[in-house]
């Protein structure tokens, strides 16, 4: 068990300019998430993706956010023309969906940072 | 989506039981408690879950009150390791309701200090 993967683990751009991170589950887990965290907050949540299927996108993915599981293993979460608020945690998890409750397996983490 | 309330802090010396607490005074009848961890700079990490029973895992212990709408987090012997944010999360089965999607909602959790 690898653990899930988050690169880069920190990203600085300019605002205005795009960013892209990458998320690889756990193998075999074919329920992905993303969230969000900001400093002195808990996650929240972005979307989730069943295999290559996203099922549920937050009002928080405004339409600049867009994220692609295309062959239901790795995730990419893209974020268009940045903003000073989008600095924050890009968390992604992992998780068996074989039943309900299953534990869900978090990465590291991508930190960023908009300048 | 139901809440959960917790003490922003609490603090304990290391090797003494630590008990955290959790009210969720609205809980359904089907909804499960989970304890999820984060210490600095990672990401969460899962604890434990149950439903009306007490709960033993090897990282800790879950006391469920009997009407449910309190629980207890316990950590036996507290090490420095255990310094983190403990958030408290209701999940409801995916089964119940067209809506859910085993999103995890998040509140702001409790930061356990440990002293040596």
């Known amino acids: 068990d690898t653990g899930v993967s988050q690169n880069p683990r920190h990203k600085i751009t300019k605002r205005g300019q795009n960013v892209t991170f990458r998320c690889d589950p756990i193998s075999e887990h074919n329920r992905l998430y993303w969230y969000r965290q900001t400093l002195g907050q808990g996650p929240e949540f972005l979307t989730y993706f069943q295999n290559e299927a996203q099922l549920e996108k937050s009002r928080l993915l405004s339409d600049r956010f867009s994220a692609e599981r295309p062959k239901g293993s790795f995730s990419t979460l893209e974020i268009q023309r940045t903003e000073q608020g989008d600095s924050a945690m890009y968390l992604c998890?992992?998780?068996?969906?074989?039943?309900?409750?299953?534990?869900?397996?978090f990465g590291d983490g991508t930190r960023l940072s908009i300048l | 989506d139901a809440k959960t309330t917790q003490p922003n802090s609490m603090e304990s010396n290391e090797e003494e039981p630590v008990h955290l607490p959790c009210n969720h005074s609205?809980?359904?009848?089907?909804?499960?408690i989970h304890w999820y961890r984060q210490l600095p700079s990672q990401g969460p990490e899962y604890v434990i879950h149950g439903l009306t029973s007490n709960v033993n895992n090897r990282m800790a212990s879950l006391a469920i009150a009997e009407d449910r709408k309190s629980s207890t987090l316990i950590l036996h012997r507290a090490t420095l390791r255990d310094a983190a944010v403990y958030y408290c999360?209701?999940?409801?089965?995916?089964?119940?309701?067209?809506?859910?999607?085993?999103?995890?909602?998040f509140g702001t959790g409790t930061r356990l200090q440990v002293f040596p």
């Open positions: 609205t809980i359904s009848g089907t909804d499960y």
């Open positions: 998890a992992s998780s068996l969906g074989d039943r309900d409750n299953q534990p869900q397996h």
């Open positions: 999360i209701l999940r409801s089965p995916l089964g119940v309701a067209s809506y859910n999607t085993d999103k995890l909602i």
